[in-house]
Structures are given as structure tokens and as C-alpha cells.
């Protein structure tokens, strides 16, 4: 049986346009020979597409372009499964459900609906979906098929420790004679998924000796990437086949017979990920309608990063670099920055603040009469900054890209209407340490265009004379393994303590501060996600609220 892997790039609510690349896919694998072809999960109408599914029209649009699909292929001599919002059945509950459909001979011949709902971690579906109310399975090729989505070959309780649902419909399916287990998915990519996902299906492969085609989607959409990275295992759990991670791909294979290609799928988690943030922050441009960029360089680290990054998603013609010193900026970031435009062939310009500066300290003098210099000064001046950049982005119509990291973020060491303000936090999930493991990936990418000397100074905001980041923070190889350990795994402050070696105080101090900036963090710009935990749809906590640890 010869399986099309059909890893696709949808846009949420694009319905014409995703039709558009499975039908482009069919016609590939038909002529490939292909005996099916699979796509992800809701394929046809994007993911995820959270309120849309509350408009009838949106309902009733998907209905039109599912028939659509089917009518488009109908003179191929291929079956399709894509996954498409549907209408529930049932009078009470939701009235829309997340399903699969096979596709065959110009009609729809089988439906599926999900069974298993996530509402953890960045998912809300059952906020919007109906379950299941059954499962069966269908015939392709003369073989009995399971067809499930996403969560449903999640629940394996042999690999879970706890099981987040009493049912595996897998399982089911199995019992009910499966010889063919297919996996269409929108599963979001963080370090180390795409090795647990081959983990979690070879464990079911091999427990249930039937082959695995596993579907995933590729691409960014709002703060979510996708990686693709999907592959088809034979009953023993061999890879048979395997789609390029970050890139739409088509690969065939016969999970029967053993036959397949295997494309590359990126071994290297820091290059992942860099490829991760350049997708991510590509199709959001793209999928929004931008088409050019502009970062403020301050000559560190950071923002040096996200230069690069920008420039290998949309390319050096369309990225502006805007240089700002003010009265504390050295000679030595400026030229910093304007080195790193020049290796990256940016256009480069230079606003200088400090006279900006002087007259809002005019300005404000008689009511700040009397009070010493504080961090006021040093926000007024980032402040300025946003105000010069957004004025560009207005003239010009481009995005800008915020520059900070997760660690900053979660400190709150960053400032409002400030550094903050743009149109996508690109690195806002990558803790400090982690950005000068990716800019090294960018340098490997773009001919060492960061300049060495970014790398070895100490990290400064530069907002005042001699300012390190050490003078408010603690050092951040020490300051991110506690925010790992409180943001992402969850751990109670002792715990933490103990596991690092650290005293008790200070780790309370830590994470306390990560929960006064709540405020902060809701009204940052979307940020890209590519940890376990990162701050957005899949973090949730109040703001107006008391409790410390």
C-alpha cells in the first residue's frame, strides 16, 4: 500500500488556498503512484482556528470547500484523508466537531471525529469541539485502516506515567481488527518533541505490531510553529519514511513492505530551533501581510540575534536595522550594530536619542524637582526608542520585532511602551543562555556576520553609566535554571532550592518577581513558542491576584 506523507502549510481561514495546496499534493501523489494520501489535522480550515468555528459562515464555507476538495480530485485515482471543522450530530453540547475525512472517488465516504479534547498547554479544544460520540474503521486499498487525530494515539497509558484520559481509542480501534493505524496531527513544536513523538508511536507500533503513518503539520501560525517532521513506521517500529522538519514536503512510502525515503529532519535542537523561530517568524509576516521588517540594534547579543533570524526568514533587502544611542550608548555598540548590518547587508540607519532625551527631562524637570534619578530616566529612554521605531513602521508599513529574551521577560527587566512594543517577540522564549547557543547557529548560517566582541562583552541595557544586567539580575546561567524549574517544570520553590543547590530566599526572590510581572507579559507582543512552557495562550495566570510563594 503506497502512503503520501502530505505535509502541508496551511493558513488559519484560508479555505480556498489550503483546498488549493491539497489539491496540488493529490495530483503529486497520484502520479507517484500513491494508493492514499494523507494530510494533518484540520487541514482544510487551519489550527487551530479558535472563535472562526463559532461563525456560521465559517461553517458553512468549510462545508463548500470540503465538497470542493472532493470534486477537485475526484478524476484521481487516489484516496484522501484531511481533517476539516465539522457539524456535530447531536442536539446538546457543541455543535461543531474537529474531524478527519476520507476522501474517495469524488465524495465523502467516512468520517471521523475526534475523541480525545486537550485542554492543557496552549490547546482549548474542548472549548469549541464536540467528542466523538463513536469510532469505526475504514477501508482503503483492501485494508482495514484506524483513522485518528492528534490526542487520539497520544493516551498510550504503557508510555504515560498518568494518563491524562481513561480512554485509547488506538487501543480501541486495534481490538476492533486495525491493520493500519493513520495519525493526522497539529502537534506544535518545543525542544525535544519531535524525538517524543517518534518515541510515543514506536511504542505503539511495537505494542500493537500494525504500521503508523504519522501526519503533522508544518508552519507557523500566530505564536505556534509546526515542524512537520513526519514519518511512517512498519510493525516493528522501523522508520520507513520520514518528511524534512520546518518545510512542507511529500514523501511516499509503503509501511508494509518497508518502503520509503527518509529527508532530513534537522538532528541538532539548536539548529532546530533556530529553524523553528526563522519559520515561525516568516509565515507570521507573511500569513498577517508583512513583507518588511525593522529591529532596533543596540550592538547585544539579543537583538543581534533577531537581526539575523529576520533576515533568514524574509531576506537582507526587506530588514532595517535602526541604531538609537543615547547619552550611556558606547562607541563600541554602535559600531557593533553597524558592523553586524553591514555583514548582514541590511540597510542600516541612526537616530540618535539624547537630544530627545535632554528635552523630555526639560519638560518633565519641574515635576521631577527634587527626586533623585531612577530607573524613570532609564524607561524614558526606551520609550523614546519605541516611539522612533513605530514612527518608522508607520511611514514604511513594516513590523517591528521585539528584541527580548525570556529571561528578561520573565523578570520583568524590560520595559513597557518601551523594548516591548513591536509586532512579534521573536526570541521572547529563548532564555538568555539559549540566545548565545543560537547565535552561534546564526553565525554558522551567515558567515560570522555577528561580531565577535557581541559575544564576549558583559550583557547592558545601557540606560545608565556602567550598567551590567548582573547589577539587577542574577547571573543568567544560575537565573535560567531556576526559571526552567519554576516556569516550566513546574517545581514548588524548595524543590527547586534543593535540586540547584541555591538558598531558599533567593529562589523565592526569583520566582515572586517572575509572578508580580504578570502585567507585564499580557500586554507584550505575540512571542514564538519553542519550550515546554512559554509565556502566552498556554501560561495563564492572573494579574490582579495574591498569592507569593
Known amino acids: 500500500m503506497r502512503i503520501a506523507l502530505g505535509q502541508i502549510n496551511t493558513t488559519v481561514g484560508d479555505l480556498e488556498g489550503n483546498r488549493a495546496l491539497m489539491r496540488e499534493a493529490a495530483r503529486r501523489a497520484a502520479a507517484a503512484g500513491a494508493d492514499l494520501v494523507v494530510f494533518p489535522e484540520l487541514s482544510l480550515t487551519g489550527y487551530p482556528p479558535r472563535d472562526l468555528v463559532e461563525k456560521p459562515a465559517f461553517l458553512e464555507r468549510t462545508e463548500e470547500h470540503l465538497e470542493g476538495l472532493a470534486a477537485d480530485t475526484a478524476h484521481l485515482n487516489v484516496t484522501l484523508i484531511c481533517g476539516f471543522v465539522g457539524r456535530a450530530s447531536s442536539q446538546v453540547g457543541k455543535r461543531v466537531t474537529n474531524s478527519a475525512a476520507v476522501i ?60 491524562l484520559y481513561e480512554r485509547d481509542p488506538v487501543e480501541e480501534l486495534v481490538r476492533a481488527g486495525a ?55 512498519d510493525a516493528r517500529a522501523q522508520l520507513v519514511g520520514s518528511c524534512l522538519s520546518f518545510s512542507e514536503d511529500l514523501v511516499i512510502v509503503d509501511p508494509f513492505s518497508g518502503v520509503g525515503e527518509c529527508h532530513d529532519n534537522l538532528p541538532d535542537e539548536h539548529e532546530a530551533m533556530y529553524e523553528a523561530l526563522v519559520l515561525g517568524t516568516r509565515d507570521y509576516l507573511a500569513k498577517c501581510g508583512f513583507s518588511t521588517v525593522l529591529v532596533g540594534l543596540s550592538g547585544g547579543i539579543d537583538s543581534s540575534l533577531v537581526a539575523t533570524i529576520a533576515v533568514s526568514a524574509v531576506g537582507a533587502r526587506n530588514v532595517t536595522g535602526v541604531a538609537m544611542p543615547g547619552p550611556y550608548s558606547s562607541p563600541a555598540s554602535l559600531e557593533d550594530a553597524r558592523t553586524l548590518a553591514s555583514n548582514l547587508g541590511i540597510r542600516f540607519e541612526v537616530v540618535p536619542i539624547t537630544d530627545l532625551f535632554e528635552a523630555f527631562l526639560k519638560a518633565l524637570q519641574p515635576l521631577f524637582a527634587g527626586a533623585p534619578p531612577d530607573v524613570t530616566e532609564e524607561n524614558l529612554q526606551a520609550r523614546i526608542r519605541a516611539v522612533i521605531l513605530m514612527a518608522l513602521s508607520n511611514k514604511w508599513g513594516s513590523i517591528v520585532l521585539t528584541t527580548g529574551n525570556k529571561s528578561e521577560l520573565a523578570m520583568g527587566y524590560c520595559t513597557l511602551y518601551g523594548d516591548m512594543s513591536g509586532g512579534l517577540a521573536v526570541i521572547s522564549d529563548v532564555p538568555k543562555t539559549l540566545v548565545y547557543k543560537l547565535a552561534r547557529v546564526a553565525n554558522r548560517r551567515h558567515g560570522n556576520a555577528i561580531p565577535e566582541n557581541v559575544f564576549r562583552k558583559a550583557p547592558s ?30 517545581l514548588p520553590v524548595r524543590e527547586i532550592a534543593e535540586r540547584l543547590n541555591l538558598p531558599v530566599d533567593f529562589v523565592r526572590q526569583v520566582v515572586n518577581k517572575v509572578d508580580r510581572n504578570e502585567y507585564k507579559r499580557q500586554q507584550a507582543a505575540p512571542g514564538l513558542k519553542v519550550t515546554t512552557r512559554a509565556f502566552g495562550t498556554g501560561r495563564r495566570f492572573p494579574i490582579a491576584q495574591r498569592f507569593l510563594e
Open 104 to 163: 474517495q472517488g469524488g465524495r465523502v465516504v467516512f468520517r471521523q471525529d475526534k475523541a480525545l479534547l486537550p485542554t492543557y498547554d496552549v490547546f482549548d479544544e474542548a472549548r469549541y469541539f464536540a467528542p466523538a460520540q463513536q469510532q469505526a474503521l475504514c477501508e482503503i486499498a483492501g485494508r482495514r485502516v484506524a483513522v485518528t487525530i492528534c490526542e487520539d494515539a497520544w493516551n498510550d497509558k504503557h508510555f504515560w506515567e498518568r494518563p
Open 179 to 233: 491493520e493500519l493505524l493513520v495519525s493526522i496531527n497539529a502537534s506544535p513544536y518545543h525542544m525535544g518533541k519531535r524525538e517524543l513523538r517518534r518515541q510515543i508511536f514506536a511504542n505503539t507500533a511495537r505494542r500493537h505490531g500494525l504500521p503508523v503513518i504519522y501526519v503533522n503539520l508544518v508552519g507557523g501560525n500566530d505564536e505556534l510553529i509546526f515542524d512537520g517532521s513526519s514519518f511512517a513506521l
Open 461 to 490: 541595557a545601557e540606560l545608565r553609566p556602567n550598567q551590567r544586567d548582573t547589577d539587577s539580575l542574577p547571573p543568567y546561567e544560575v537565573l535560567d535554571a531556576v526559571l526552567k524549574a519554576y516556569i516550566e517544570d513546574l
